[in-house]
């Protein structure tokens, strides 16, 4: 579950290096989103919620590695193509995060443990309306944008902390 967690990290917590051509994400998401791949492949509960995330996580590798060789190489601007890989990117990373989450609450009925899975879901769900309704409003309504996404990053932060609570209570588990 441990690999999990630094899938996610890697995955939803963006920290980029920006020049006037070139982006250089410090998190590489594509990292995350392969890492979160190999940490559902290796849960010992089977779940049907895990299984739906596999070939969606292998999509969200490919294309975040696209998105970040573009961004490393300049070859980006402000162009609806770039734009709409990042929103598709962003779409189906929630929806593998999703899944991760109902798997992750199926694994905690049984293995009857305090995961905190609705907890988690909970703060998904605002995490995941405000990445992707900042994402869309940036560009109309840009104060009420920049205004979502630094909402999204104080979810983001709080999301992570609990995880790493339900990681140690699995961890703790599993000893």
Do not use: C, Q
């Amino acid at each position: 579950m441990r690999l999990l967690f630094w899938g996610i990290l890697f995955g939803f917590a963006n920290f980029n290096i920006n020049t006037d051509t070139v982006i250089i994400g410090l998190l590489p998401s594509f990292l995350g989103f392969f890492l979160m791949l190999k940490a559902v492949t290796g849960f010992p509960i089977k779940s049907e919620h895990f299984t739906k995330t596999k070939p969606v996580l292998i999509v969200v590798t490919v294309l975040s590695l696209i998105d970040y060789a573009l961004n490393a190489l300049g070859l980006v601007g402000a162009s609806i193509a770039i734009y709409a890989l990042e929103l598709t990117i962003t779409i189906l990373s929630y929806y593998s995060l999703y899944h991760v989450l109902r798997g992750i609450e199926e694994m905690e009925a049984a293995l009857k443990i305090d995961l905190e899975s609705e907890v988690l879901l909970n703060l998904f769900r605002v995490m995941a309306f405000t990445s992707i309704l900042g994402g869309l409003v940036l560009f109309f309504v840009p104060m009420v944008g920049i205004m979502l996404v630094f909402a999204t990053l104080v979810v983001t932060i709080v999301f992570l902390m609990k995880f790493n609570t339900a990681v140690k209570a699995y961890d703790a588990y599993m000893k």
